[in-house]
């Protein structure tokens, strides 16, 4: 195995579960829910929850979705241990696997453990630590804390237009979480540097460099 890949891996993994509970926690016990605060027009913190997965995006029952994304960060690791033991896989797709595995293992913390051990109260009151069971939900059904708000730009559909007509766009209005942002960054970045290594192993090994 080689420890330059595990030590990335390894690293990539606890810095972004570390920096996205910090985020979390952070805004959960100091801002309340729904509060929004304007860093730029374009740049807000706003204080929202859910259910689903990634930028809010809701599918199949909380249990379900909590349990799946245990699985798939269990399968990612495995996935893992066997990249960094193969001389065919560079660092960088190493890299990107890892972002990946930790943005969905810091939305876990979320959904296994939030419930049991904040409030959440109803604004503006603000969320506090509680001792374990005294919650505001039970084990698997926490929410998922997002806080990133990006409203670049919004226009208004011409009248022409059919259906749209007279309503307004806006882009980029998903909140998302750091994790999400890490699960993103691992998966764009794989699409565009690294395709040929997914889905298979690449056919000549000695045409592959470390990135």
């Known amino acids: 195995m080689k420890l330059s890949k595990v030590w990335i891996a390894s690293a990539i993994i606890v810095l972004v579960i570390v920096i996205d509970q910090a985020i979390k926690i952070w805004v959960k016990t100091g801002m309340y829910w729904g509060e929004d605060i304007e860093i730029f027009s374009w740049f807000h913190i706003r204080f929202v929850q859910n259910n689903g997965m990634a930028f809010g995006m809701e599918f199949g029952s909380k249990l379900f979705l909590t349990l799946f994304r245990i699985v798939a960060v269990g399968v990612l690791g495995w996935i893992i241990s066997r990249l960094c033991k193969s001389d065919i896989y560079p660092k960088g797709f190493v890299a990107c696997v ?63 237009m059919p259906f749209l007509s007279g309503k307004t766009f806006s882009f980029f ?33 000695e045409e592959i460099t470390e990135r």
Do not use: K
Not at 186 to 196: A, D, P, Q
């Open 98 to 160: 890892a972002l990946i595995a930790a943005g969905a293992a810091g939305n876990i913390f979320d959904c296994v453990f939030y419930g049991e051990i904040f409030t959440n109260p109803y604004p503006p009151e603000i969320a506090s630590f509680v001792p374990w069971g005294e919650g505001y939900g039970t084990i698997f059904h926490g929410l998922v804390v997002d806080m990133f708000y990006f409203p670049l730009f919004t226009f208004q559909w011409p009248e022409w």
């Open 173 to 205: 209005d998903p909140v998302f979480n750091f994790a999400d942002a890490a699960i993103s960054v691992g998966m764009i970045v794989l699409l565009i540097f690294y395709s040929r290594y997914l889905g298979g192993t690449p056919g000549r090994s």
